[in-house]
């Protein structure tokens, strides 16, 4: 069950922030944060067994990230990855004509530019603009207040909030394993077999948990700074990588 803490125009000196895991199965193969040969300016691991990605930046001015829906039904292992939404928004699709309907339930945040947006396929189509504000996803609606979901806004509020300048503190955020007593528990159980209905920011599983974390700043300038952490199957860290881009809009 992924989450992640979204800044959009939200600081007088950032214009992006995004602080998020990716939870997955510790078999499913994957290569870290990098640029891509086929596109250098796209930055983002990549999803071996799929080809797709999770999140990631272009230095086109864009960004996107998914997360799958808890609870959406109608799994088929014949649809596309949902991870190839990633990799076409990045390219510069337009998320407006992206075929969603066609993929497992998901959620999408892209941004383009000047632009953001919020895209769903469950419970119905979703297509809405996002105003510069702090946003929160997991694996239910977008600002749906899972206790996971509410802590990392909080996380990343507190850090708008003070310095503003030191990612560690962001990643130490997403390191937390401690559930917090509010917001209210995900009304549907998860598709994950091995995942408890309501978990914390980072999870902690020798088959399935938290494979990554990202911290993805950009300032009014363009200037950007995506790093993303690695864990193994018992939670160790198992490397980082950090890369300065230029978002240019």
């Known amino acids: 069950m992924c989450v992640l803490a979204l800044a959009w125009c939200a600081h007088p000196r950032w214009r992006l922030v995004v602080a998020g895991n990716r939870d997955e199965y510790h078999a499913r193969p994957a290569a870290p944060l990098t640029r891509w040969d086929e596109d250098p300016r796209l930055i983002a691991g990549r999803d071996l067994q799929s080809g797709g990605a999770w999140l990631g930046v272009s230095e086109a001015g864009r960004f996107a990230v998914v997360t799958n829906v808890r609870g959406g039904g109608d799994l088929r292992a014949d649809r596309p990855s949902r991870g190839a939404l990633v990799t076409a928004l990045l390219d510069g699709a337009d998320p407006g004509r ?3 309907g066609d993929y497992n339930p998901v959620n999408l945040i892209a941004i383009d530019g000047d632009r953001a947006r919020f895209l769903s396929n469950r419970p119905s189509p979703i297509d809405m603009a ?3 504000g702090l946003y929160g996803l997991s694996n239910g609606a977008l600002d749906e207040p899972w206790p996971k979901t509410l802590r990392l806004k ?6 708008l909030t003070g310095p503003a300048a030191d990612p560690a503190a962001l990643l130490a955020g997403l390191r937390e394993e401690d559930l917090p007593d509010v917001g209210v528990d995900p009304t549907a159980p998860s598709d994950v077999a091995l995942e408890p209905r309501h978990s914390p920011i980072f ?3 020798p088959v399935y948990g938290t494979r990554c974390s990202t911290v993805v700043m950009v300032d009014r300038d363009g200037k950007g700074t995506i ?5 193994a199957a018992d939670g160790a860290a198992a490397g980082d990588t950090e890369m300065a881009f230029d978002w240019l809009y």
Do not use: V
């Not at 909080?154 to 850090?159: E, G, K, T, V």
């Open 98 to 100: 992206l075929a969603t």
């Open 154 to 159: 909080s996380i990343l509020l507190d850090w």
């Open 130 to 132: 996002l105003a510069p």
């Open 227 to 231: 790093i993303e952490r690695r864990y």
């Open 203 to 205: 999870i902690r599983h």
